[in-house]
């Protein structure tokens, strides 16, 4: 029902996206400016960042879609415009040069941006980027997810289509660093489109739900950023009746959605950084949601257990440690932990001890680029997954010298 | 007043102490089994990890101390008897092998163990160990702190003297690893002597209190050990009256912990997995003792932040980030933050924004190997300290082969 389609954020009918570099960054090939702009003035829903210290874009697009629509995104990397004198001022400007070149309203503008922090952010490359910004626009998603990345190693998009009303529907996503109210690298951007739909208060209501199970379970070092936005346009242009109440068809586009957003969750921490693989630990048998939840976070969130995965080394004691200090209520004494991968599966404790397993094979089912924790609790019925990656000689490399 | 003298856990009157190898590690020179014995009953209080999953020797202990006394610790490293199917049971014969050599009760015996979760420990090399171990008993603070050691580069031990009714006290503390209700490495451990007089139930409210501005500050990695154990013992021989309430006599003892359990701290950090350098977090101005601690805490905390003091990377947005999830009221308009060391001060940001600093002064101050962060929030005059070190390639790399 669910199919995977090409074309990112410009698949859902009505939006085209550009990337280019403007000269923001010291790299001079790096595209470094992204804007998505819709035919047509969507619905539109985001969530941010729970740090105190918020980014100057993020108020100025609290303000822009406080009355639930918008038509454009404009994004720069290599700066975070955040921790500035003049960063609304700035995140302004952003938008205004929007309205210039594209005609959408400055205050439909949903403007973002990731890099630096406390660094000053000139408005002129981006001035002078805007028009080649614009008169490029097409079905352009990969140069927009281009032009957001900051350390990402590869740009992250993807797009599904799904029916509702016997309409098919599309929907699409870019998005760039990691993290959320918990985690975080840089920042972690995500723009949504789609061309269902939908109200402005279901749409917000789908991704604050949604991110509870995708992007909150998501963790490459626990630092949240200040700058951390996802956002969601709905076009309408798929024809279907608005979705205006928890109905068949909301659920249809929430699964919709979720499949778009675990996608970019596990991208996102494949390519977290320094990272050599990710790291997926689905906890089941849990007596509450919130306790899968909490222990499948702690394991994935384990510098420990991360070094251990990187080594592969199947030290499971690391996963008990995890999951007795994660806060979920728990028996110690009921809880069983496999290893998995495409090399096999590797059973390490069953009932809180350890039970006798190969060496070898647990190298080889540890040295995959995809490595599934499996935790059963025997307690409940509620489950939870979480993504993570391994913790590298890299990542330090990359964090001990990025700003200089 | 508080003076500091050599002899570590066997400055205080009344305490012998010894370390041997006895075979558990496969490194054949490494000492492996500690002992301290008291020539009296001593009051005793313990702090213990806050993992659910809790090693077997915390459980025997919690049994033998539970009428306030002691007379022994008696540990091991290179297995952290947990998650094993007999771990009770051995943790037991260990302090009965005690009581058999040194003829102090079993019961009267604190047992802890450090190193690899969830392999069998096997009684036979403690059992082969223990009549060298015993009859080696005297003023070997150093062996004893050399044996609980695993990934410890040096051996950690302090001694203090302090005045109580004019007659001189002594208080000294052996310990290794680091970490405790938060964070962990392997194991923390710290035992700690004294000779001054002082009944149980104070003693548990001195260190129940000291842990909050001393281990519970402390984080290498954020992981809690499943064996975290702090212990003290007060064998009285100093000759002051005894300590039964919260007055002058017990405030100047509990300084004189303080002293011990902060150079401790310092020393646990410094020599954190990998570390180059110890990082210490001053926070003042907070609106609350609880915002002060988790803002220090939380800067502490950051992967991005320890990665950036390994590059000597002033990145200072990554304090207002740290601050700013910290879960700390603050208010970010009135933050200031500066490096320090001995090579100068650098403030770098003032009222939440960023300041123009020498990137030449910022390389020279962060190149010590010890860097003070201070943060002034400007909100109140509450005021905490954090203590933790640098992220490096060797921490992933002693990590991500540790147990094979």
Redesign the interface.
């Known amino acids: 029902m669910i199919k995977q389609i090409e074309g990112g954020v410009c698949a859902p009918a009505g939006f085209r996206a550009n990337g280019v570099h403007c000269g923001i960054r010291k790299n001079k090939i790096k595209k470094d400016l992204a804007l998505i702009v819709a035919d047509t003035r969507c619905a539109c829903a985001c969530v941010y960042t729970?740090?105190?210290?918020?980014g100057a874009p993020i108020l100025v697009t609290q303000k822009h879609v406080a009355d639930g629509y918008a038509q454009a995104v404009v994004v720069n990397s290599g700066n975070?415009n955040?921790?500035?004198?003049n960063g609304v001022e700035i995140a302004e400007a952003m938008c205004a040069l929007v309205e210039t070149h594209s005609g959408v309203p400055a205050e439909d503008v949903v403007v973002a941006s990731t890099g630096?922090?406390?660094?000053k952010l000139s408005i002129d490359p981006i001035a002078n980027g805007m028009e080649a910004l614009t008169k490029g626009l097409g079905q352009n998603s990969s140069a927009a997810a281009e032009a957001i990345m900051t350390t990402d190693t590869v740009k992250k998009e993807i797009a599904y289509t799904f029916m509702l009303d016997g309409k098919e529907c599309r929907i699409g996503a870019i998005c760039k660093g990691v993290g959320m109210i918990?985690p975080n690298?840089a920042t972690m951007l995500m723009f949504i489109t789609t061309d269902a739909s939908i109200s402005p208060q279901m749409l917000q209501k789908a991704i604050s739900a949604d991110v509870k199970d995708s992007l909150n379970m998501l963790s490459v070092?626990?630092?949240?950023?200040?700058n951390d936005t996802m956002c969601i346009m709905a076009s309408g242009l798929a024809g279907n009746c608005e979705i205006v109440a928890p109905n068949a068809a909301y659920k249809t586009f929430c699964k919709a959605l979720h499949a778009v957003t675990v996608a970019m969750c596990r991208a996102l921490a494949r390519d977290g950084e320094g990272a050599t693989k990710l790291i997926e630990c689905r906890v089941t048998g849990a007596s509450s949601i919130k306790n899968a939840r909490l222990a499948a976070k702690s394991v994935i969130?384990?510098?420990?257990l991360k070094?251990?995965m990187?080594?592969c080394?199947?030290?499971?004691?690391?996963v008990?440690?995890?999951?007795?200090?994660s806060g979920a209520a728990?028996d110690?004494d009921k809880i069983d932990v496999a290893f998995r991968s495409d090399a096999g599966e590797l059973p390490v404790?069953k009932n809180?001890?350890?039970i006798d397993f190969s060496?070898e094979l647990a190298k080889r089912v540890l040295s995959e680029d995809t490595v599934y924790i499996d935790v059963e609790l025997n307690d409940g019925k509620c489950k939870a997954t979480a993504w993570g990656c391994d913790?590298?000689?890299d990542?330090?490399?990359?964090?001990?010298?990025?700003?200089?």
Chains 1, 2 share one sequence.
């Open positions: 729970t740090n105190l210290v918020k975070a955040t921790c500035n004198d630096v922090i406390g660094q918990c690298m070092d626990r630092d949240t950023s200040t969130d384990s510098n420990l070094a251990a990187f080594g080394d199947a030290n499971w004691g690391r008990l440690c995890a999951l007795g200090y728990l110690v404790c809180g001890r350890g060496e913790l590298t000689y990542y330090v490399k990359i964090n001990g010298d990025y700003r200089t």
